[in-house]
């Protein structure tokens, strides 16, 4: 019998530990884990998309843990992308420019995609490289300056 | 006439002006870009393997500014990872746990390699996340606990 299998029965079967949507999403992460590994298809969860009891998030994300990696992307609002203690799986809480949550996703996925440089942003960096160039003073200690 | 070609026979041409050297390196990114545009292969440039005048490393990091990308990796000690103003361009900082600098790179890829998900670790990760759970206490606020 597997870790997961063994838990959920016993949560759901007390009433006063309400891990049962979070218990429900670790078995999704489970399944997309192996996913990613048999045939490389990343995975996201929008984990607002079930109701979460009080300290239903709290719980899943300590259970997922810290890994290593730790991102922030400052585009229309600040962006972090925790990597967890599993390898492949990764937290990434959106906010908007007032720091509110905007999403929380899990990605089951080797990189998540906004750390990623995308193709129609990568068609502009030598045209980018040549403007900074064109534009900098190479006797100065700050070169656009 | 391109912005690279117009500008470093100019500073050549001035004594005063040594950053000859970040200009190579600015010129070896513009072809590194290229051949990830046409090609898909990543370039990693060891900005260590050539001698920089005193604040030669400032000009250049000025130079490509900075992105919307920053992650931190902690692993033998802190590693940082930004993303510069041009996209593909990757500042990737490796210290040791006392804080010295171990290694300075340039990397032009869509996305750093110490920053995904290795396959080694993938193989362990149904294995981490089945261990958590086993180790859980379900109505506990914190499940390792």
Do not use: K
């Amino acid at each position: 019998m597997s870790g997961l299998s063994s838990i959920p029965v016993r949560v759901a079967a007390d009433g006063d530990a309400c891990h049962g949507n979070a218990l429900a999403i670790l078995h999704e992460v489970r399944h997309a884990l192996e996913r990613l590994i048999s045939t490389g298809e990343a995975t996201r969860i929008d984990l607002h998309a079930l109701p979460f009891g009080a300290g239903d998030e709290a719980w899943l994300t300590a259970l997922l843990g810290t890994g290593e990696v730790l991102a922030t992307i400052e585009a229309l609002g600040p962006t972090s992308v925790q990597e967890t203690a599993i390898p492949g799986v990764w937290l990434v809480d959106y906010r908007n420019a007032e720091g509110q949550r905007l999403a929380l996703h899990l990605e089951v996925t080797c990189i998540p995609g906004i750390l990623r440089t995308q193709c129609r942003e990568l068609d502009t960096a030598v045209a980018t490289l040549d403007t900074r160039l064109s534009a900098a003073t190479p006797g100065d200690s700050h070169p656009l300056s």
